[in-house]
């Protein structure tokens, strides 16, 4: 390893001056930037940070709001062209609260208008409706994501005569209930 001496800094401030220790004379310049900073404070976990966001430009922050929002890890990493393995390192906490969202509003009543009786979980609804129509209620899929208003979309999944089907809730988790958002639901 090459040791390097520091000669000045530039008139702006911007840049520190260095050379090689054996000599030569021609200047090296290093900028003075936010990771200078952090190695020179001693601040590894920031200088880490700073170095993942230079990977690729895309934070980890960004990477889990956009999977919070619905878009597969595929689709993340696709469309920032990072590597799948980069994804995935800030994707599980993510997805494991939406899993947990999906199945609170699972358990959650279900709000209609002008219906009689006591309002309907919405697992016992969709399991009933599920039955009434031959669909194996074992065989539904449920997910969620976070809505840009921070309210959650629930959907449910299933496949009837080979096409895809879903419906999709509109889930209050502080008040526990769901209200269909489409036709389906």
Same mark, same amino acid.
Request: proline share 6%; glycine share 8%; no cysteine.
């Given at each position: 390893?090459?040791?390097?001496?520091?000669?000045?800094?530039?008139?702006?401030?911007?840049?520190?001056?260095?050379?090689?220790?054996?000599?030569?004379?021609?200047?090296?310049?290093?900028?003075?930037?936010?990771?200078?900073?952090?190695?020179?404070?001693?601040?590894?976990? @920031?200088?880490?940070?700073?170095? $993942?966001?230079?990977?690729?430009? !895309?934070r980890? *922050?960004?990477? =889990? +709001?956009?999977? #919070?929002?619905g878009?597969s890890?595929?689709s993340?990493?696709?469309?920032?062209?990072?590597?799948?393995?980069?994804?995935? @390192?800030?994707?599980?906490?993510? $997805?494991?609260?939406?899993?947990? !969202?999906?199945? *609170?509003?699972? =358990? +959650?009543?279900? #709000?209609?208008?002008?219906?009689?009786?006591?309002?309907?979980?919405?697992?016992?609804?969709?399991?009933?409706?599920a039955?009434?129509?031959?669909?194996?209620?074992?065989?539904?899929?449920?997910?969620?994501?976070? *809505?840009?208003?921070?309210?959650?979309?629930?959907?449910?999944?299933?496949?009837?005569?080979?096409?895809?089907?879903s419906a999709?809730?509109?889930?209050?988790?502080?008040?526990?209930?769901?209200?269909?958002s489409?036709?389906?639901?």
């Open positions: 390893m090459r040791e390097l001496q520091l000669v000045g800094v530039t008139d702006d401030g911007a840049h520190l001056l260095l050379r090689r220790a054996e000599g030569d004379e021609s200047p090296m310049v290093l900028p003075v930037d936010e990771r200078l900073h952090a190695a020179l404070r001693g601040d590894r976990a @920031r200088l880490g940070q700073l170095q $993942i966001q230079l990977d690729g430009q !895309v980890p *922050r960004d990477i =889990q +709001a956009r999977i #919070r929002s878009e890890v595929e993340v990493a696709a469309s920032a062209a990072i590597p799948l393995d980069r994804v995935l @390192r800030y994707a599980g906490p993510v $997805i494991a609260e939406r899993e947990y !969202v999906a199945g *609170r509003a699972r =358990q +959650a009543t279900v #709000r209609r208008s002008g219906g009689e009786g006591p309002a309907p979980v919405l697992q016992d609804a969709v399991s009933r409706w039955n009434d129509f031959q669909v194996d209620p074992d065989l539904i899929r449920w997910d969620a994501w976070k *809505r840009d208003d921070g309210r959650w979309h629930v959907s449910a999944s299933w496949a009837k005569d080979s096409r895809a089907m999709l809730f509109s889930f209050d988790p502080a008040g526990r209930s769901v209200v269909p489409d036709d389906q639901a």
